[in-house]
């Protein structure tokens, strides 16, 4: 393998890695979502807690679907 092609893997890795790790942190926060729970104000109908479970729970499909795309313009798909 080339060099640069190495570089270019373990970035992708590391910021993913690093992506999926802060969604993780901020969906095991709970001092985050008690403090958007007191939030009642409401954004598109929906109280600011809810959207906060929505967004956690998307977060990791969005970043897995990202690399799912970096791994297939590359033909690294297993």
């Known amino acids: 393998m080339e060099r640069a092609e190495i570089h270019r893997r373990s970035l992708t890795n590391f910021l993913f890695g690093t992506l999926f790790t802060l969604i993780f942190v901020l969906a095991l926060a709970p001092p ?3 403090a958007l729970s007191e939030e009642h104000a409401l954004v598109a109908g ?4 809810i959207w906060y479970l929505l967004l ?6 969005l970043v ?3 690399l ?3 791994e297939g313009r590359r033909g690294e798909l297993d």
């Open 64 to 66: 897995a679907y990202g």
């Open 68 to 70: 799912w795309r970096v």
């Open 46 to 49: 929906v109280p600011g807690s």
């Open 56 to 61: 956690v729970s998307a977060a990791p499909i």
């Open 32 to 34: 985050l979502y008690i």
